[in-house]
């Protein structure tokens, strides 16, 4: 269903009525394409062959956009205000329950066989969507249209890249598919592996996970004080929070990935992999079909999830795509044939380059440009004499990673002290001490960094916002108390802002150009982008990507490079980082091969 939105007219076929040799809409040379979650009806078009216009416009991005940091209805979460009907509530739109919505879409998923009168009441339900969809544009625009002129061009960037993702989630991403099925269906066997795998730690009673025993084992460790926990009191189990008291407490890592892994195989998931063997998002029922598994309530998907986040980077379900899973996961990810490769480009500790490029200053830049941050930063302290490396002083440079990444988010000495605690084996107070020392050296190594990051926290503040240089915004503030909407933000939020924000920029252009270029991205992460190409064209592919990707970051640093880096991952090689997987998947496969050998001995 289609809607003129200047006319009124309204278009409605049935998907046997389309076909790729016949034009849907005839597009014009200011044709706008309005949607919301313009990279489903785009990915739409494409399947179907048809063109796409030139410019488009999301409702979800710009909506996203208004509303970042700024107070909302109460009953509306910050994650779940992406939906149209929820969108129009938040801008004063009357619309539709969504427990109506709710049923259509149950009985679309549901599939074929449809009936006269399913067509029916699908077509009508579109065409609701539709005029909704006309209805929060106006709104939108003439809200965005009050940001400045430049408004109207970066919505369409933002709808650019929304294409983009249809183009990625078109594509997929080749995976080795029997090993899948044989993690999903096994998957029984293997948490009894790894359940088996961290017994030392006494926090399971048979195979069952208990709260009391986990409580022993941190007062065993002596973190008591220092655990987070939940509202109502218990030690926090989460991934965030087992991650933070890992650095603390090193020892803790078999059983943090344990139970990471436990948790992400605790009920079937199986990817969305089509009969071409490639994965793609948002297909999650795909997997249940193809396995015989029951589809339930299983298979929700934001897609890449662009725009979700505060500082707008991607925020796809964990449960749906991949590289947001365990480390280990990413041995599924390979080549599809002999004569293709896949490759990743990473940009070079983008977020310092960033910075310091944004704030200008001198001696950041000069140690950024010297391409070891860590080890610059550790001579100019004193803690590593001049010209030293990374292989002539790896202690040293390590020491350095928590002053350089920690100071970016707003950490301060304790929280510091407590990741140079576990790096050095030093008590408590020596840790935090030692941290102040360096955080001294920081200040007075980078002081134009620290009075910029100042200033733009305090003028964020006066003008109630932030904002990229491609227009990405939040909202900051106190908000007034006002009934049923709540507000706010918190200035630690801000700290490192403009650096993830700035990144999620050059990112966007990075994609929507290297799709424009012709390059097969299959999904970026990130600072990074994964892309496929044929083997014979690996050196002048990666050598586009590159080229293309550090022109992004120039385009919005306005001058500045930050490097790429690349990595080439060849037919039966995959894509796991042997220092972060490489454990876990030695258990995962050990279970998989006794399952293996116990059905053979049983045959």
């Known amino acids: 269903v289609a809607r003129n939105i200047r006319t009124g007219q309204t278009r409605k076929e049935w998907r046997d009525e389309m076909t790729a040799t016949r034009p849907i809409y005839d597009w014009g040379p200011r044709s706008m394409l309005v949607a919301h979650n313009l990279a489903a009806e785009a990915e739409c078009l494409i399947s179907l062959g048809q063109p796409l216009p030139r410019y488009g416009y999301d409702t979800m991005n710009e909506h996203l956009m208004l509303t970042n940091g700024a107070p909302l209805p109460r009953g509306v979460g910050v994650k779940a205000r992406a939906g149209l009907l929820t969108a129009m509530k938040c801008h004063g739109l009357k619309t539709r329950e969504i427990a109506e919505k709710r049923g259509m879409i149950d009985r679309i998923l549901a599939g074929p066989p449809y009936s006269e009168q399913d067509r029916a009441d699908i077509l009508a339900y579109c065409a609701e969507d539709v005029d909704d969809t006309a209805e929060l544009f106006k709104v939108l625009a003439h809200k965005g249209g009050k940001l400045g002129p430049k408004y109207i061009d970066q919505a369409i960037f933002r709808a650019e890249y929304s294409i983009a993702q249809a183009h990625m989630q078109k594509l997929g991403c080749p995976l080795d598919v029997g090993l899948h099925d044989a993690i999903v269906m096994r998957r029984d066997s293997i948490r009894a592996t790894l359940i088996d795998s961290v017994q030392e730690f006494g926090v399971f009673e048979g195979h069952t996970f208990k709260e009391h025993l986990f409580d022993d084992l941190v007062e065993r460790l002596g973190a008591e004080d220092v655990w987070p926990t939940t509202a109502t009191g218990k030690y926090a189990t989460d991934e965030e929070n087992m991650r933070k ?138 803690v590593a004499p001049t010209g030293a490396t990374k292989l002539t002083h790896p202690g040293e440079r390590n020491m350095m990673k928590p002053i350089v990444l920690g100071t970016q988010f707003g950490q301060q000495a304790p929280s510091i002290g407590r990741s140079l605690a576990a790096k050095l084996k030093l008590d408590s ?104 190409c044929l083997r014979s064209d690996w050196f002048d592919t990666a050598r586009l990507v590159v080229e293309v990707m550090q022109e992004a970051s120039r385009v919005v640093l306005g001058g500045p490079t930050i490097p790429v880096d690349t990595k080439r991952i060849n037919y039966g090689e995959t894509w796991r980082d042997p220092d972060k997987g490489d454990r876990m998947w030695a258990l995962i496969n050990r279970a998989l091969e006794r399952d293996r050998t116990a059905k053979e001995v049983l045959i």
């Open 429 to 532: 107070v020596s840790a935090e001490m030692r941290a102040h020392q360096l955080l001294g050296h920081h200040k007075q190594a980078y002081g134009k960094f620290w009075e910029w990051q100042r200033e733009t926290i305090d003028l964020a503040y006066l003008e109630c916002e932030i904002r990229t240089p491609l227009g990405w915004r939040m909202v900051v503030g106190d908000q007034p108390p006002v009934r049923d909407w709540t507000g706010g933000t918190k200035e630690t939020t801000l700290y490192n802002w403009p650096m993830q924000s700035t990144g999620a920029d050059i990112m966007r252009v990075a994609v929507v150009n290297l799709i424009a270029a012709g390059v097969r991205v299959l999904w970026p992460v990130h600072d990074s982008v994964m892309f496929e």
């Open 245 to 382: 008291m890992e650095k603390q407490f090193p020892a803790l890592k078999p059983f943090r990935e344990v139970h990471t892994t436990l948790g992400q195989l605790s009920k079937p998931s199986p990817f969305g992999i089509g009969p071409d063997g490639r994965y793609r998002l948002g297909k999650g029922e795909l997997g249940f079909r193809r396995l015989g598994l029951d589809v339930g309530k299983n298979t929700g998907s934001v897609g890449f999830g662009a725009f979700r986040t505060k500082t707008g980077r991607n925020s796809p379900l964990a449960n749906d795509f991949l590289p947001a899973k365990a480390n280990w996961w990413r041995t599924l990810v390979t080549p599809a044939s002999p004569d293709m490769v896949l490759g990743e480009a990473d940009y070079a500790s983008q977020e310092f380059g960033v910075a310091a490029y944004l704030s200008g200053d001198h001696n950041m830049i000069t140690d950024y440009e010297s391409g070891d941050v860590y080890m610059a930063l550790g001579i100019r302290a004193g």
